[in-house]
């Protein structure tokens, strides 16, 4: 009953969370809007969107917007900011996208950037190599142009211009399948200044006269304006001041049609931010609701499941003193199963004891008798050989030996008879007598033979085992 119950306040308490599409749906409006305000140059609200968009996305459990939100933070913070904040902010946007292997590779493309305008160029190819890994996985051309611009960029920085021609040279030969005139404008922009900035100014002077080429043929717009300043620093100083002074006037023409379109696109949107965020207000509003109907339900149920819990330790109480006293009273009854068990062993035991030592009387008597027989008796061997068997039973002197032996030293006998196969039955005796520190005529009397045979035994047995 009450595992039934907790699973229906569950299930209760999960149908009015506002982890549902309510919050799913504010944090991606709070994201759509907060980039319509970092586009307007409304960084402070921006931030404020981005960072609402973080929490309703933490709360909807939704990565991908936390990572893209995370993502945006870093850019509003922008270079100028504490270091180890972006950087942590970059690293768990690009963890947060998981498989998404385009914007992966984007936040660690921005990462590389990041390191490479605080002039930590080793960290920023670190990260560019990993963020051409995801590129790569993810199969976009666009992902991969943006990565080899960025390493372009780096060795730029860094003065290495052999490198950045190079990576701005791939990076063309994978823009060439679609390349508009946007494209080969910052391709000829960006070759002239690498070899502008390395003292080749024949080369410069090549590239940035293709670039004056395509930029005459094209109509100014808001991507060719900037074009305009680059020429007219560049005629100035070759010492064309007419031309100079001509790309001068349309940069700064350019620089007017920009500004007075950037107030246009204000008041737009500022109209689609209005609208936006009353449908944010009342989705939070919403949410606010559900917050509070939570809050009663959940006391509601924090007191029937208190009760609960109370009726439940008791019986779970009365229950573990029962079970003492059962397991105490099997404790007792198994003690006395133990000690009966322990009286009967002991008095078997007492037993046995009595029944060896009156075999051991027996036996020292017979031993004795058969002795006295010996020594008084003309018929010595006889009486002898019943002697010995008597004290060793049916073994010889040797075999009883060996029985010591075996228990001393389980493997001797074995290992020596696989080690020196050539030693003959005397000489393997002899050697295991030897472990028992006998002296010759002791040795001669277990092999039953003479002191002048235990020496030769010796001598044959030592001579085969240094052999072999």
């Known amino acids: 009953m009450f595992i039934g119950f907790a699973l229906f306040m569950g299930v209760m308490l999960f149908a009015c969370h506002p982890i549902s599409r309510d919050a799913r749906q504010t944090a991606h409006d709070a994201l759509e809007n907060a980039r319509i305000q970092l586009d307007s140059g409304n960084k402070a609200d921006a931030m404020r969107l981005f960072k609402e968009a973080e929490r309703y996305g933490l709360s909807a459990n939704d990565p991908l917007t936390v990572a893209h939100a995370r993502l945006n933070i870093a850019h509003c913070l922008g270079y100028y900011a504490d270091k180890e904040d972006v950087v942590s902010l970059l690293k768990a946007a690009a963890k947060g996208f998981g498989e998404d292997y385009v914007d992966r590779a984007d936040a660690l493309r921005e990462l590389g950037d990041f390191y490479q305008f605080h002039k930590q160029f080793d960290s920023a190819a670190y990260y560019l190599d990993q963020?051409?890994?995801?590129?790569?996985?993810s199969g976009?051309?666009?992902?991969?142009?943006?990565?080899?611009?960025?390493?372009?960029?780096?060795?730029?920085?860094?003065?290495?211009?052999?490198?950045?021609?190079?990576?701005?040279?791939?990076?063309w030969q994978a823009s060439m399948a679609d390349a508009d005139d946007n494209v080969l404008m910052y391709y000829y922009h960006d070759m002239g200044n690498i070899f502008y900035e390395s003292g080749n100014l024949d080369s410069a002077d090549y590239y940035y006269s293709r670039l004056e080429e395509l930029v005459s043929q094209t109509e100014p717009n808001?991507?060719?304006?900037?074009?305009?300043?680059?020429?007219?620093d560049f005629a100035e100083e070759l010492g064309d001041y007419e031309t100079a002074c001509k790309y001068g006037?349309?940069?700064?023409?350019?620089?007017?049609?920009?500004?007075?379109?950037?107030k246009e696109n204000n008041l737009a949107l500022i109209s689609h931010k209005y609208d936006s965020e009353v449908m944010q207000n009342e989705l939070n509003r919403k949410i606010i609701i559900k917050q509070r109907i939570i809050v009663i339900v959940s006391l509601v149920a924090t007191l029937v499941l208190a009760a609960l819990l109370v009726s439940q330790i008791r019986l779970a109480r009365r229950r573990k003193r029962e079970a003492e006293i059962n397991a105490e009273l099997f404790h007792f009854k198994q003690q006395n199963k133990d000690l009966a068990q322990k009286h009967a062993e002991h008095e078997q035991i007492q037993q046995d004891y009595a029944g060896r030592l009156s075999e051991a009387l027996k036996k020292e008597q017979r031993v004795m008798l058969l002795l006295d027989n010996y020594l008084n008796s003309g018929k010595k061997a006889n009486l002898l050989n019943d002697l010995e068997t008597s004290v060793y039973g049916d073994k010889d002197h040797w075999e009883a030996m060996q029985e010591v032996v075996d228990q001393l030293y389980p493997d001797l006998v074995e290992t020596l008879r696989q080690k020196y196969p050539d030693l003959d039955e005397d000489e393997r005796k002899s050697y295991i007598l030897s472990y028992f520190k006998l002296s010759r005529q002791e040795e001669a009397d277990y092999l039953g033979t003479t002191v002048n045979m235990v020496d030769k035994i010796r001598g044959r047995r030592r001579k085969k085992m240094e052999e072999g």
């Not at 963020?131 to 996985?137: P, T, V």
């Not at 390493?151 to 190079?166: I, M, N, P, V």
Request: with cysteine; hydrophobic share 35%.
């Open 222 to 232: 808001a991507d060719t304006w900037f074009y305009y300043g680059v020429l007219s």
């Open 249 to 262: 006037c349309l940069y700064e023409e350019g620089s007017k049609l920009r500004e007075l379109e950037q």
């Open 131 to 137: 963020a051409m890994s995801y590129a790569d996985r």
């Open 140 to 171: 976009s051309a666009e992902t991969k142009r943006n990565v080899l611009s960025a390493f372009h960029t780096l060795y730029f920085s860094a003065g290495e211009y052999e490198k950045s021609a190079d990576y701005l040279n791939q990076f």
